[in-house]
Structures are given as C-alpha cells and as structure tokens.
C-alpha cells in the first residue's frame, strides 16, 4: 500500500513536470512583416521539423514594421521576433527596452539603389540631377542623407519622390524615376517589372558604399532569456538549421514557403532567397561564424543608427541591447 502510494505521487509529479514543460515548449514568433522568401526562415523550420525536433511548438505572428515586432516581444506578446537591429536599438535609446538581440541574420544591410543597367549610374554621386523614387514609409530614407553625403553627393540636387510602396517599382519600370531606394531583395520583383521592355537592372548595394553594420536579427525578451534559456537555445539552434537549410536549398525553400503561405509566389520565393544570400553568407559571417554579434560592427550599427535618428552616440551603450551567450564567436 506504501509503495503504491509512493509510486502514484512519483507519477503524479513526473506528470506535472511533463505538464509545465511541456506548457514553455509552445512560443510565439513575430515577423516584422509579411511572410517572403528573404525572412522566411521561420516557416521553413516549422515545416521541416526544425523546431519541433527541439521540442518547440512555433505559432508565427505578422507585425506591422519593425517597431511592432520590438514592442510585441518587450511586452511578452510575442517570445521571439525578427526585425533589423536599427529597430531595437532605436526602440532602446527612447526608452528602456526589456528585449535583447540574440542572433544576427544579416550581417549586411540590405538597403540599395536599383536602377537599369544603362542608366549611367554607377555610383551613389551618380544620382545628382537624377529622379529617384522611394516608399513613403521606407526605413531607408532616414539613412539616405548619410549614405549621400557619405558618398559626396549633395541631396538638393537629387530629385527625391515618395510614393506608395507598391508604385516604387512601376515608376522605375516606367521610366518615371531614373532609380529607386529598396532593398535588394526587391530586385527580383523589378526585374520581372522592367522584362516587357528588355531592359535589365543593376543594384547598388548600400554596404559597398559605407553603410556598415547589422541589419535583420532574432531577439528574445529579457523573460525568456532569464526564465527559459534552455527554450531560447533550443529556438536558436532550429533557426540556425533553417537559416543553413533555405541557404542550400533556394528552390525547394520558396517552394515549400509559398505552400505554407499561398499568397506568396514560389518563383518570387526562390529569387529573394538568392538575392539576399550576400547578406547572410558573406566575409563577415566567415570571420565571427553565422549568428554571432561582432562588437565592433555593433558599435558601428549603433553609429549610422544615431545619426539616422539624431541621437548623441553616448545615448546608450549599443552592446547592452545584445545578448552573446547563447551564439557566441565562433
């Protein structure tokens, strides 16, 4: 009678156990966007039992730009989140942020000019007296006067037009606009835009004319990193794998994205994909290891950052908005 009533108590509490465990295992991802090819990562894990294989089960979120996806995962809405360290860091220095970067996608920032190849613009300086369309809204266009003047350009002599995002790409397809600020990501899109009139596109990518430092990252809220930091591992090494999987397979991962999502197109997928790889797969990544957060880049992230948004670069400390401890160096 002892000995059963031992034995029930034991397999009550492994029960319970199971029961709490099992309760942590089910977390919640925010995209800082629509689902596509270049951020879809996560969908793909989920899909190839990436993070079911650590246990995880992964509800994906849509969020409204990246200030959305910080705020949802500061406030416990959300356990993890994708959006561009600017955000964070951003969100950070204008108020404290209980929400930490832990693992770097982009290496590189995907910011460009698109323009066609017979433009004569081959070069930032090359834009003077030009017209140049951007999205109303885009995040690129409070880095824009740095990378200008960064580059020699004065930017009174450049005709900027705003427009809705979804005309970028007609007006330079129409010949409206002579070039347009995107990401490079969205170079693909163009190119099927401007493929009627035979024309074909050329990318000037931000980060070979100075623009340094990360772009796209994963964070974790201060929550998870100090209740669950075995949760937040497990969630880490399944997105790596994703991260690693949709590098080798660009086809078979826009597939397998536009299955998951029916509104995207798997052909669009798979060239986003492919653009975006410098971003990923670069010398930086070769140095510090896929994921890991280079101080130094850090701290130059955090530079063109302020001086986007008028910051003084002592407003906060641009390393106390990362966490290394569970991708470190490598």
């Known amino acids: 009678m002892h000995r059963r009533s031992i034995g029930a108590l034991t397999a009550a509490f492994l029960l319970a156990s199971a029961v709490s465990a099992s309760a942590n295992d089910k977390v919640r991802f925010v995209l800082d966007w629509f689902p596509a090819g270049y951020i879809g ?12 294989a650590e246990g995880l089960d992964v509800t994906i979120d849509i969020g409204r730009g990246g200030s959305d996806a910080v705020t949802r995962v500061a406030t416990g809405t959300d356990d993890f989140g994708g959006a561009s360290l600017s955000a964070l860091m951003t969100a950070a220095a204008n108020s404290p942020m209980p929400a930490k970067a832990v693992m770097a996608v982009y290496s590189k920032s995907p910011d460009a000019i698109v323009t066609k190849a017979d433009s004569g613009i081959n070069s930032i300086k090359d834009l003077s007296h030009k017209t140049l369309a951007t999205a109303t809204f885009s995040g690129s266009n409070q880095v824009w006067p740095l990378i200008a003047k960064s580059n020699g350009l004065d930017i009174s002599t450049v005709k900027l037009l705003k427009v809705d995002d979804n005309a970028v790409g007609p007006m330079l397809a129409s010949g409206n606009a002579d070039a347009v600020i995107s990401w490079m990501t969205s170079a693909p899109l163009y190119t099927t835009l401007v493929a009627p009139s035979g024309a074909k596109l050329k990318v000037l990518a931000w980060s070979d004319f100075g623009l340094a430092g990360y772009n796209w990252s994963i964070m974790a809220s201060d929550r998870m ?3 669950h930091p075995e ?20 086809e078979e991962s826009g597939k397998d994205l536009h299955e998951m999502v029916p509104n995207t ?10 653009a975006m790889k410098p971003l990923i797969r670069n010398e930086i990544s070769e140095r510090t290891g896929l994921g890991a ?9 955090w530079k063109w950052v302020a001086g986007a948004q008028g910051f003084p670069l002592d407003k906060i400390d641009p390393q106390s908005v990362i966490d290394r401890s569970f991708v470190p160096k490598s």
């Open 41 to 52: 990562f996560t969908h793909i894990g989920v899909k190839h039992g990436f993070f079911a």
């Open 225 to 227: 990193i100090k209740e």
């Open 231 to 250: 949760t937040v591992a497990r969630f880490l090494r399944a997105y790596k794998k994703s991260v690693e999987y949709v590098m080798e397979h660009p």
């Open 265 to 274: 197109d798997a052909a669009t997928n798979t060239a986003e994909i492919i």
């Open 293 to 301: 957060f280079e101080p130094a880049l850090v701290a130059e992230s």
